[in-house]
């Protein structure tokens, strides 16, 4: 199915039906809610900073690959995991050590890869800090949260469990590295300049290219591939998915990878981005995530992408007007008001 | 150390413990009785702190206080004219309003959602709260903190001496919150909130507003919270907003409630005691036990494996009033872990 239809009159149909496809069911109301939002936007432009939009879509990218996992997650496990965010920072970390410890020994060393200020090292040690942290969050599902399931434990209890598992990750964390601030080797770089006063640091622009190739990934695994419709359908309707032979243990698996993956990759984009580490860079991050995940209604990953990039955005431009430590805040008030408006999201079904 | 630093680091350590238990009874009140899920009591205990701050610390000194203009002192400024000692207990009241408040706010936006929205937006609060004391420096003087917290009765007894009074009160004041929970869980309203936290829509079929229970709940257990925060500020006298890390402001006041059995007051206090004992107790062990993260690594460890082996906590609920019904189902309940 294409979205290019050769007859006009057809477009918004098959427009519609592709959206409904990957799980974004327009409604008219839906619809008119994001042509205000939209309309909100165009009449803000002349005041706003552009180069504050471009940094809010950096931060969106990173924000979203927490958040597609962190949603995937909440859909199929019925899980709001609290450690996501350390699992983020521990994703960081274990490149960090890879970039530090290992890749030296091998003579594997550098920084300032072309306009990057970070060099080849990191691009070596993010799929192996990405695997490393899915066999962990795997392993962590076998460990804790599939007993308290087979128990039919309440989502409490999950979520209690969960809490438990970040404050031990960032123990964990902070008693090998240290509480202090650590950086993967990195040279100065020129930013580029765009009309209208927008400047773009190259490492966005690898972040964006990253995150953009990843949500691609997910939507080709969620749209095409049989695991990905056994998640969808898991996701969906549980029991259902069960009596219907699909292989729930192997679906967990897959989500806990894909979501462990993710969230290691946006971790050291964090710290690329941030140009540091900290052991609480995670537990900071929960809220732009859970933010984003509320905005694009639990379970849905395509919502997660659009409500990450709005709380990115948001996150960003709120600084031109107030203090720039007010960041969080402001994903808390974007979430605040989406329970209060629309609790299931912009796109989450309306059960 | 002689015999008198001894009993005067244990007089310290007891009081910081009943602080720690009067917020333990706040959370029982929460997710022991109620099954509602805050991992934000750092910002309710910022808030009564701060409330009870300002109210009665003397006005800012200009030479010391550049931005801050919050007035405070109001004991001396003639609005009440009753004098610090009775500002104290109106500080404390003041500390339980506001937090009472703020979970009045949360709860009506978030309690009639789903039980995972209450918890996200707790995060919320106690990381905006943190931000608003940090950037906000004319409310409370941001990082350099509040200072010039005066005591309670402070003229009665010498400072050296001052631990043993503070010790009584602070213990008088648990009591009183204690009996308060106690017969509040006992009375028909704390029957509901069990009965919710085991099966909401069986509650909500027998009759009862599920959505008010909870919010009264949530603000009941806030407003403790809030008068531990105002006993901590006057007894450390010096907050900034890094005292309320989630750490030892949200995290160790969990591992107590975990470690005493949620859903247990006796056992609440008594985790309190405990979990503060190994925390304090620790600090003095060689290598790594002392090392601050590890004890993080330990909280987490803790609270992961009473979630898989005891979730109802390690003395767990005492099923008092089970003994009415018929043995079979008082059995019944025996066996069951949750």
């Not at chain 1, 202090?180 to 580029?192: C, D, I, K, M």
């Not at chain 2, 997710?31 to 934000?40: K, S």
């Not at chain 2, 106690?126 to 010039?148: H, I, P, Q």
């Amino acid at each position: 199915m294409s979205l290019v239809s050769s007859r006009p009159q057809n477009f918004a149909r098959t427009s519609r039906r592709y959206l409904r496809r990957i799980g974004l069911r327009m409604s008219p109301g839906r619809i008119s809610a994001l042509l205000a939002a939209g309309l909100l936007i165009l009449g803000f432009l002349p005041f706003i900073k552009l180069g504050l939009v471009v940094n809010g879509l950096i931060l969106g990218s990173v924000i979203a690959l927490g958040a597609i996992g962190l949603t995937l997650v909440y859909g199929i496990l019925k899980l709001g995991n609290f450690a996501h965010g350390d699992y983020m920072a521990f994703g960081a970390y274990v490149a960090f050590f890879i970039v530090d410890g290992v890749l030296p020994r091998v003579g594997i060393e550098g920084a300032g890869l072309g306009p990057f200020t970070f060099g080849f090292p990191v691009l070596i040690a993010l799929p192996l800090s990405a695997m490393v942290v899915a066999l962990g969050a795997i392993a962590l599902d076998l460990l804790i949260y599939r007993r308290l399931r087979d128990r039919g434990a309440s989502t409490a209890i999950l979520m209690m469990a969960s809490l438990g598992v970040a404050i031990a990750i960032r123990g964990l964390v902070q008693l090998i590295w240290t509480g202090n601030t650590q950086h993967y080797p990195r040279e100065s770089r020129q930013v580029f300049h765009l009309p209208m006063d927008v400047r773009i640091p190259p490492d966005g622009m690898f972040v964006a290219l990253v995150a953009v190739i990843l949500v691609a990934g997910v939507y080709l695994l969620l749209t095409y591939t049989k695991m990905g419709k056994a998640m969808r359908a898991t996701s969906d309707n549980p029991t259902l998915a069960l009596v219907s032979g699909i292989n729930t243990k192997q679906v967990v698996w897959w989500t806990w990878g894909i979501g462990g993956a993710l969230a290691a990759i946006a971790g050291v984009l964090l710290a690329v981005v941030q140009a540091q580490l900290l052991p609480i860079m995670g537990w900071k991050f929960l809220i732009p995530l859970f933010a984003a995940v509320i905005l694009g209604g639990i379970g849905n990953p395509y919502g997660a992408l659009i409500g990450a990039l709005v709380v990115g955005v948001s996150m960003e431009l709120s600084t031109q007007w107030i203090n720039p430590s007010y960041k969080p805040a402001v994903a808390f008030a974007i979430m605040i008001g989406v329970l209060l408006a629309r609790p299931r999201g912009i796109f989450g079904d309306a059960q | 150390m002689d015999i008198s630093g001894v009993i005067d680091y244990l007089i310290g350590f007891t009081i910081m413990a009943i602080i720690y238990a009067i917020f333990a009874l706040g959370l029982n009140v929460h997710w022991g009785f109620t099954g509602l899920f805050n991992i934000g009591i750092a910002g309710f205990f910022a808030l009564g702190a701060y409330t009870a701050a300002l109210l009665t610390s003397p006005p800012p000194d200009p030479d010391q206080f550049e931005d801050f203009i919050f007035g405070g002192d109001l004991a001396n400024q003639g609005l009440l004219d009753l004098g610090v000692d009775a500002w104290f207990f109106l500080g404390l009241a003041a500390a339980a309003v506001v937090c009472g408040l703020v979970a009045l706010i949360v709860g009506t936006i978030t309690l009639r959602l789903n039980d995972d929205y209450l918890s996200i937006a707790t995060l919320g609060i106690a990381e905006s709260v943190r931000f608003f004391f940090l950037n906000e420096k004319w409310a409370a003087n941001g990082s350099k903190g509040l200072y010039r917290i005066p005591k309670f009765l402070g003229d009665v007894v010498a400072p050296e001496n001052y631990d043993y009074l503070y010790v009584v009160v602070a213990l008088v004041i648990l009591l009183i919150l204690f009996a308060a929970v106690q017969r509040a869980v006992r009375s028909p309203w704390g029957r509901v909130l069990r009965a919710i936290r085991e099966d909401e829509v069986a509650t909500a079929a027998s009759g009862k507003n599920v959505f008010h229970f909870k919010l009264q709940s949530f603000v009941f257990g806030a407003m403790i919270m809030g008068i531990g925060g105002a006993l901590f500020a006057h007894h450390v006298r010096f907050l900034s907003p890094l005292t309320f890390d989630p750490l030892l402001a949200t995290f160790v006041i969990w591992a107590m409630l975990m470690v005493g059995g949620s859903g247990n007051n006796l056992g609440a206090v008594l985790g309190a005691f405990v979990v503060w004992g190994v925390w304090a107790g620790t600090q003095f062990l060689p290598g790594v036990f002392s090392d601050p993260s590890f004890r993080l690594l330990m909280i987490g460890v803790l609270i992961v494996a009473i979630m898989l082996l005891r979730p109802g906590g390690l003395l767990g609920e005492w099923r008092r009033i089970v003994a009415s019904r018929p043995a079979s189902a008082a059995a019944r309940d025996s066996t069951d872990p949750g």
